[in-house]
């Protein structure tokens, strides 16, 4: 927190706060010895969690005793890694109950490949359990900023809050060995500073740090969509879509799409461009209404004339590209459906006997999966104008 000496009456016309690269807990605090114990697949985040239990096991003599005195604890976390069966539930309409299913399974196998290093310390590292590796984990990977370097924990800048919309942003000069934030607007006397973490959605808000905002301008949603069993060019259509497919490159929010699952942003005008419901998606709505090998072939011959893409430009019949964007619509309206049956049955369960956790976790439920629906009707509502534009 800031102290009251840092502060001048009135208005401070902006904040400027540095921390030396020395200053911070990277992987760079872990003993040589133990550093030379973790193979190359243990990644950054994990390394600092280490050395974060280190600072945790030493208590008063850690010299960030008073720093790690101030980071919540575990009953205090409230990422989704936390979260029981019931609490899951409530969000098995989201990707985000998939990643975060995949996220713990990780962090055991984590924790396996560095529990032997870990045991070469018992006199400093003594009965470390997987629930403190999974809390110092989270510390890090809620708290943690990165660099070339990897990753480090910042006292002060990480009990900064989140503004989604804050221009503020922690800046690294690795040249200069500093890390600095500067205001982006004046603050007066008292006034809570924010920055931004990122251009985060509610699902990695979430997922990763454990808190949503009742209404983010960052907000995407992940589907999923499959050729059907019955369809007779099913394997010929998977070959040409797995072989036409570019690969995954992590957005902002470190979510990878793939040949069959694909990220939707908020569309800002139904008759606009339709800039947010994805190309890729779209021209996999063309490769699933074709109803033959030529249909088929015609898509790949055009990709091989142009910029190898498949199916990027419109079908030259309307119907046939109406037909594939009807196809996207009545996916969307499904999903659309089953968003607003989950967000209604929270809607339900509200109770005075619930625990103050469940109910916070209830809240944050509820704006991720409103967000997730304000973005799968925004999609909707493009495809149905531009389908009509088609007529």
């Known amino acids: 927190m800031v102290g009251e000496e840092s502060?001048?009456?009135?208005?401070?016309?902006a904040l400027h706060w540095e921390s030396l690269l020395r200053q911070q807990i990277s992987s760079d605090n872990l003993l040589p010895k133990a550093s030379a114990l973790l193979d190359d697949q243990v990644e950054s985040v994990t390394k600092v969690a280490i050395a974060l239990l280190?600072?945790?096991?030493l208590g008063w003599e850690s010299e960030w005793a008073h720093y790690v005195s101030c980071l919540p604890q575990l009953g205090e976390m409230n990422s989704t890694i936390f979260w029981s069966r019931s609490e899951l539930d409530m969000i098995c309409q989201?990707?985000?109950?998939?990643?975060?299913?995949k996220q713990k399974a990780q962090l055991e196998k984590d924790f396996l490949r560095i529990k032997p290093a870990l045991e070469q310390f018992p006199h400093i590292?003594?009965?470390i359990t997987f629930k403190d590796f999974i809390h110092a984990y989270a510390l890090v990977k809620s708290r943690a900023w990165g660099s070339t370097k990897g990753v480090s924990l910042i006292p002060f800048a990480d009990f900064l809050n989140h503004d989604g919309v804050s221009e503020a942003i922690v800046l690294n000069d690795e040249d200069k060995h500093v890390s600095e934030v500067i205001a982006d607007r004046n603050?007066?006397?008292h006034e809570e500073v924010l920055i931004r973490y990122g251009k985060f959605s509610n699902a990695t808000l979430l997922l990763d740090f454990g808190f949503t905002l009742p209404y983010n301008i960052h907000d995407q949603v992940k589907v999923q969509i499959d050729i059907p069993h019955h369809d007779l060019l099913r394997e010929t259509k998977l070959e040409i879509l797995k072989k036409h497919y570019l690969p995954a490159i992590e957005d902002d929010n470190g979510f990878k799409t793939s040949w069959d699952s694909f990220i939707i942003k908020e569309v800002k005008s139904a008759v606009g461009k339709g800039k947010g419901v994805p190309q890729s998606l779209r021209a996999f709505a063309r490769v699933l209404c074709c109803t033959s090998h030529q249909d088929l072939s015609d898509l790949v011959l055009e990709a091989v004339q142009n910029d190898g893409r498949l199916a990027r430009r419109p079908f030259k019949s309307r119907s046939k590209e109406i037909q594939a964007h009807e196809i996207l619509l009545s996916h969307l309206t499904r999903l659309i459906e089953e968003y607003n049956a989950s967000v209604k049955s929270l809607g339900n369960a509200a109770s005075p006997s619930?625990?103050?956790?469940f109910a916070l976790r209830r809240q944050m439920?509820?704006?991720?999966?409103?967000?997730?629906?304000?973005?799968?009707?925004?999609?909707?509502a493009w495809l149905k104008n531009y389908c009509a534009s088609l007529l």
């Open 125 to 127: 590292l003594r009965r």
């Open 7 to 13: 502060w001048c009456p009135g208005f401070i016309q």
């Open 187 to 189: 603050y007066a006397a």
């Open 365 to 380: 439920t509820l704006h991720l999966l409103a967000g997730e629906l304000r973005i799968l009707k925004s999609a909707s």
């Open 94 to 101: 989201s990707f985000v109950y998939q990643e975060t299913i």
């Open 354 to 357: 619930i625990c103050k956790r």
């Open 54 to 57: 280190v600072e945790q096991k």
